[in-house]
T-cell receptor, first 109, second 116 residues
Framework: KQEVTQIPAALSVPEGENLVLNCSFT??????LQWFRQDPGKGLTSLLL?????REQTSGRLNASLDKSSGRSTLYIAASQPGDSATYLC????????FGEGTQLTVNP | GAVVSQHPSWVICKSGTSVKIECRSL??????MFWYRQFPKQSLMLMAT?????????EQGVEKDKFLINHASLTLSTLTVTSAHPEDSSFYIC????????????FGPGTRLTVL
C-alpha cells in the first residue's frame, strides 16, 4: 500500500525567501506525481504534474523534481510571496491518487 | 476548460437526516468520478470510485449503504450521506477524469458538511 509523507507539516517564512517542500513515497511504481495547492476551505488546484519518466517540471516560480528510485519529490518555490500561503499537497498516481497530509505554508509580508 | 462544480458548497443538517451532494463536470464528459473525504488538517482520503452506468467501487472501511453514490450520466455524480451523524461532518471533494487511460483528475471546490 502506497504511503505518502510530507515534511515539514508547517512552514513559516518571510516574503522573498526561496523554499523547498518535501514529499516521499514508499512504492516507486507510480505513473506520475502531482503537486496541488489547497486554500482554506477550498478544493485543489493542480500546480505541477511529473510523469514517471521525467525528472522535473517547471511553472513560473515553481519547480518540482522527482526521484523515483529514492521515492522522493521536492517542490521548490522561488521568491515566495504572501499569496503563496496555502497548503501544498503531493499525490502519487498508481491505481489511484494517494495524497500526503500536506505542508501548510505561511509567507509573512 | 475542465471545470468541476459541486453543490452545495456547504450544508448543515440535523443528525439522522440524509444529505445529497452533486458533482458536475461542466465542460467535459467524465467516465470516472471520485469522491474524497478530508478531515481538518488531514489529507484527502479516497472514499469511492464511480464509473458512469455502473456501481461504485468503495474503499475499505467505507460503508456503501451509508454513502450512496450514483453516476447516472457522464457529467453528474451524486453522493448521498444517509442518516448522517456528527462524525460524518467533513469536507467532501469530488474529482472527474475525462477519459479512461489518463491520469488527469479535475477537482471540484468541495462541500463542507456539518451534522448537528
Amino acid at each position: 500500500k502506497q504511503e505518502v509523507t510530507q515534511i515539514p507539516a508547517a512552514l513559516s517564512v518571510p516574503e522573498g525567501e526561496n523554499l523547498v517542500l518535501n514529499c516521499s513515497f514508499t512504492d516507486s511504481a507510480i505513473y506520475n506525481l502531482q503537486w496541488f495547492r489547497q486554500d482554506p476551505g477550498k478544493g485543489l488546484t493542480s500546480l505541477l504534474l511529473i510523469q514517471s519518466s521525467q525528472r522535473e517540471q517547471t511553472s513560473g516560480r515553481l519547480n518540482a523534481s522527482l526521484d523515483k528510485s529514492s521515492g522522493r519529490s521536492t517542490l521548490y518555490i522561488a521568491a515566495s510571496q504572501p499569496g503563496d500561503s496555502a497548503t501544498y499537497l503531493c499525490a502519487t498516481s498508481g491505481s489511484r491518487l494517494t495524497f500526503g497530509e500536506g505542508t501548510q505554508l505561511t509567507v509573512n509580508p | 476548460g475542465a471545470v468541476v462544480s459541486q453543490h452545495p458548497s456547504w450544508v448543515i443538517c440535523k443528525s439522522g437526516t440524509s444529505v445529497k451532494i452533486e458533482c458536475r463536470s461542466l465542460d467535459f464528459q467524465a467516465t470516472t468520478m471520485f469522491w474524497y473525504r478530508q478531515f481538518p488538517k488531514q489529507s484527502l482520503m479516497l472514499m469511492a470510485t464511480s464509473n458512469e452506468g455502473s456501481k461504485a467501487t468503495y474503499e475499505q472501511g467505507v460503508e456503501k449503504d451509508k454513502f450512496l453514490i450514483n453516476h447516472a450520466s457522464l457529467t453528474l455524480s451524486t453522493l448521498t450521506v444517509t442518516s448522517a451523524h456528527p462524525e460524518d461532518s467533513s469536507f467532501y471533494i469530488c474529482s472527474a477524469r475525462p477519459s479512461p487511460g489518463t491520469d488527469t483528475q479535475y477537482f471540484g471546490p468541495g462541500t463542507r458538511l456539518t451534522v448537528l
